[in-house]
């Protein structure tokens, strides 16, 4: 069965930085290109960013360019999104999801930028 | 960047209902248009993919259609399980991908 679990969501202060990990399971990790997308309360869904499988392509969404870094370790089958200057408009559940179409999302982490 | 914008942005409906929404885009996307289904509190999960595929598992009452700049999503007996806001998500060349602002099915 297929899973994606994200983790590190959280508080943090406008300006300040903070990390996101999906943790995979159920499929080879290393064959599939790999995606984060977000959603604000109450909101619809924005794409953020993607990764190849092997990182040769990396795609940002120009509201996160220069903030946000896409990354992932095929040997800890994880994905990661560094966020740094966070702002109050990057509050968010963020989702991993796997490929095109995306057919496995995971539940989702809760970042809130707030003072 | 593409931008999609669906219509209508609400419907009321009763169960039984045949629905219809739409996905326009800015610029022709061929038929990489996908549909997704969000329930309250769920992640989305994928309906159709390439315009027009139904995902493995979806109810043959999922249709989807279109290409070019123009897509519709027809639920074609609408179920009470069915109500949740549905996107379009185009993905035509390499990213930005962008999604539609979605449409909400609520209970007449």
């Known amino acids: 069965e297929v899973q994606l679990v994200e983790s590190g969501g959280g508080l943090v202060q406008p300006g300040r930085s903070l990390k996101l990990s999906c943790v995979a399971s159920?499929?080879?990790?290393?064959?599939?290109?790999m995606n984060w997308i977000r959603q604000a309360p109450g909101k619809g869904l924005e794409w953020v960013a993607y990764?190849?499988?092997?990182?040769?392509?990396?795609y940002y969404a120009e509201t996160v360019k220069g903030r946000f870094t896409i990354s992932r370790d095929n040997a800890k089958n994880t994905l990661y999104l560094q966020m740094t200057s966070l702002r109050s408009e990057d509050t968010a559940l963020y989702y991993c999801?796997?490929?095109?179409?995306?057919?496995?999302w995971g539940q989702g982490t809760l970042v809130t930028v707030s003072s | 960047n593409t931008v999609m914008t669906q219509s209508p942005t609400s419907m009321f409906i009763s169960v039984g209902d045949r629905v219809t929404m739409n996905c326009k885009a800015s610029?022709?996307?061929?038929?990489?248009v996908d549909w997704y289904q969000q329930k309250t509190g769920q992640s989305p999960k994928l309906l159709i993919y390439?315009?027009?595929n139904r995902y493995t598992g979806v109810p043959d009452r999922f249709t989807g259609s279109g290409s070019g700049t123009d897509f519709t999503l027809t639920i074609s007996n609408m179920q009470a399980e069915d109500l949740a806001v549905y996107y379009c998500?185009?993905?035509?060349?390499?990213?930005?991908?962008?999604f539609g602002g979605g449409t909400k099915l609520e209970l007449k």
């Open positions: 999801a796997r490929e095109l179409p995306l057919a496995y």
């Open positions: 159920g499929f080879t990790f290393s064959n599939y290109g």
């Open positions: 990764i190849s499988s092997g990182s040769s392509y990396i």
């Open positions: 610029q022709n996307v061929g038929t990489n």
């Open positions: 390439g315009a027009s």
């Open positions: 998500l185009q993905y035509n060349y390499n990213p930005p991908w962008t």
